[in-house]
């Protein structure tokens, strides 16, 4: 089993949906829980940051950490083409690197 | 710079000859680490430089794969007698005091595409 698992997708959505993207991890030890987004030919950029469990919002977007279930979810509100892309989960102890996930392709149709 | 900065950007090369990637993080960032990413995998885990620490090698796929960090800034990812499987977009990035008493975000650099035919 990897230690982040995510469903590559692809997902299409129509515009203005809302948008639910989901990883497990199942390395108790990891306390930061990230989401960034990669643009197709670019390298990937932090959309958002959590330590430990618990909700996190900016602007349309919401991350979970469910810590119990090593649940980790990204939520997009009122989704719109400029959102098309990869979107990729990571986690993480104090120590060492990043894991990340497969990514999600994310396809948004006006 | 404003960045993290990769070259070249793409790189095409013969089976069997060295290539070197460079990388070049955001100043004052002193972890640097080098990620593969093929198509359908995701992104793997190459090798992590903290500080003055060790690096840490885990990810090297095999012996041809070396990295060294001059001056704790500059770091260069060479592979030795590429083959075919190591086509990928190399991707580097960097972070704040990365590995201590927290992992903070990275910041990734747009990568170099590298194809071995």
């Known amino acids: 089993q990897k230690e982040v698992e995510q469903d590559p997708g692809p997902l299409s959505v129509p515009e203005g949906a809302i948008v639910s993207l989901n990883c497990t991890y199942s390395n108790s030890a990891f306390q930061y829980f990230m989401w960034y987004r990669q643009y197709s030919r670019k390298g990937p950029e932090l959309l958002m940051y959590?330590?430990?469990?618990g909700n996190k919002e900016d602007g349309r977007f919401t991350a979970q950490v469910d810590k119990s279930s090593k649940y980790i979810s990204l939520f997009i509100r009122d989704s719109q083409p400029s959102d098309s892309a990869t979107y990729l989960c990571a986690s993480g102890g104090s120590q060492g690197n990043l894991i990340f996930g497969k990514g999600t392709k994310l396809s948004v149709k006006p | 710079g404003a960045g993290v900065s990769q070259s070249p950007s793409n790189k095409v090369t013969e089976k069997g000859k060295d290539v070197e990637l460079r990388c070049d993080p955001i100043s004052g960032h002193t972890a640097l680490y080098w990620y593969r990413q093929s198509l359908g995998q995701g992104l793997e885990f190459l090798i992590y430089f903290q500080g003055n620490s060790a690096p840490d090698k885990s990810g090297l796929p095999s012996d041809r794969f070396s990295a060294e960090r001059t001056g704790g800034s500059v770091s260069t990812l060479t592979i030795q007698r590429t083959q075919q499987e190591d086509s990928a977009v190399y991707l580097c990035a960097s972070s704040y005091a990365g590995g201590t008493k927290r992992l903070y975000g990275y910041t990734f650099g747009s990568g170099t595409r590298l194809t071995v035919v």
């Open positions: 959590t330590y430990s469990s």
